[in-house]
C-alpha cells in the first residue's frame, strides 16, 4: 500500500492506495477509529483482485486536525469522499464502511443520485450509482 497526503477541500487527508486491481474499494472507518481497522481487509481484498483505497477521516489518525467544525458536518465529509474520487480519477467505486463511515458513505450516496437523478434530465435509466446497506443484529449474551 502506497502511503500518500491528498489535499481536499481545503484539508489534507491520509490516505493508503494499493494502485492496482479491477474494481476500486474504498474502505471507511468508523469512529473513533483509524484506517487501521482495515488491516486485516486490505491483504484479502487485494488478493481478491481489489484497488484498495482507505484513508483516515478528518481528526483521526494521520489526517488534518482541524479546528473548523464545519468540515467534520455529514455534507462536508461526503464531499470529501467525492473528492477523494475525483483526485484518483476513480469513476466508481465499491464502498465499505463502518460505524461512522457508515453514515457518511449512505450521505454520499444520497448526494450522488441527487446530483446524477437532475443531471440526466430525471432519467433514472442513467443512473449508474447502486448502494446496498447490510445491517446486522448483534446479541449478547451473559453466563449467570
Known sequence: MEEIYIKINGCEYYVQDSRNGNDSVILLHGWPDDSSLWRFQIPALIQSGYRVI?????????????EDL??????SLSAD?????????LEKAHCIAHDYGA???THT???TYTY?????KNSLKSM???TQLTF???TTTTKQ
Not at 464545519?70 to 455534507?75: C, E, I, P, S, V
Not at 469522499?81 to 480519477?89: F, K, P, Y
Not at 446524477?116 to 440526466?120: A, F, G, I, L, Y
Request: aromatic share 6%; proline share 0%; with cysteine.
Open 116 to 120: 446524477t437523478h437532475r443531471e440526466n
Open 81 to 89: 469522499v467525492i473528492g477523494l474520487m475525483d483526485a484518483l480519477n
Open 54 to 66: 482507505c484513508l483516515d477521516w478528518l481528526g483521526h489518525g494521520q489526517s488534518e486536525k482541524t
Open 103 to 105: 453514515h457518511t458513505h
Open 109 to 111: 450516496h444520497t448526494r
Open 128 to 130: 449508474q450509482t447502486k
Open 136 to 138: 446486522f443484529k448483534t
Open 70 to 75: 464545519n468540515k467534520y458536518t455529514l455534507a
